[in-house]
């Protein structure tokens, strides 16, 4: 292991910048891969309940529809509340080891929900599996904030969440075929083994800091330290957590990121009817088209996060998309009477748009706060979110019973993306748009 002095040590780090260059590369080979993997395994463990209510969960274990609703909500409840404290971990102790017991942790607490059959044994199981899974975003965003430079963080994070619609486009397949082959039960308990079996891989792998790693030489990683010592340097000092939050940005961040996540929803539960509906009409092709939308977010998602970090340009990389994305959702609702194409056609520009823009999003609290509270604020904004999904269900739901319909659901899910970009829009992000207070080499792609 390499010593911080040696790390810090400006005559050290200019000996041989091009060396240095060729051995920083290695990061995008040792840590990216890694975050995205664990990511994806988080999500399929999180969305295959999903699956298993519907191929009979409920009729197996003998409880009502309301309570198999309560056990899927009741991991959001995990999922919101555990978020900061596992932040604070993430930061003053180890991100590394964090990660690992949740994967641990998530993957044998999936594994069991194929396993118990008294309902509130297995309220207490999804509690405590959104709960795991609760570290994973904040954590390995600290992660990547020790290892990558501002120039590099919007490709990071997408890197990162791209693992959000890469696993639905073959978990749908993966876990429609176990759940044909075995059954939902054994199924939980197949997808749960990975996630414990790659935790041993990530510990093994992944270092919380650069001087920890064997395969980074002393020049690079001092090279490297020092950028990210320079961009620390150029933010506002904030004392604590309390003081973060009387940033201006904050509050609206969390609010602009609630309705966003509310509005997400309404993608998730207008794709399926709309395909369900074409295959009605006949359409042969219905598994594939659940996948198209996924992939032009993957496609899109890439796209931003490259041209993002190019331009430092934060704010212009997320809300036309986030209001283009409302638009095109409400537009797919209006059209699905007259026309399947019309209606999926919107559901593709929706899809892709309300996804783009994660990796420049998440970007922005590293940029406004230094990392002593930054992780923290990530995981206050991120829990947020998790707050919108679950308000989304249930407000969609009562709209729907009131009024007898889905039209004001669907009108509320796209006014809420709108409304997020709106937000984003007005906000003033001073030190993430002003290049000049950057010094020369932090430019360098």
Known sequence: MKSTADCQDPDVMNTDAIHANTVLRKRWIYILPSVFVTYSLAYLDRANYGFGAAAGLAKTLNISGSKAALLGSLFFLGYFLFQIPGASFARRRSARFLVFFALVSWGTLASLTGVIRNFWLLAADRLLLGAAESFILPAMLILLTNWFTRAERSRTNTLLLLGNPVTVVWMSLATGYLIKAFGWQMTFILEGIPSILWGFVWLLVVRDHPQEASWLDSASCGALLNQLNREQGLLPQVANFTSALRHPSVILLTVQYFFWSL???????????????????????????????????????????????????????????????????????????????????FLIVAGAAMYAPYGPFFAIVPEILPKNVAGEITALVNSCGALGGFAGTWLVGLLEARTGNSRAGFLLMSVSLVLSGVMIFYMRMASSDTLSTLPPELLRD
Do not use: C, E, N
Request: zero cysteines; proline letters at 4%.
């Open 263 to 345: 509005g997400v929803y309404g993608f998730v539960l207008w794709l399926p009817s709309v395909i369900q509906k074409g295959a009605s009409k006949g359409i042969a092709i219905t598994g594939l088209l659940s996948g198209v939308p996924y992939v032009f977010a993957i496609l899109l998602m890439l796209l931003v996060g490259h041209f993002s970090d190019r331009s430092f340009r934060r704010k212009r990389f997320i809300w036309p998309f986030l209001i283009l994305s409302g638009i095109a959702l409400l537009g797919s609702y209006l059209a699905a009477g007259d026309s399947f194409w019309w209606s999926y056609g």
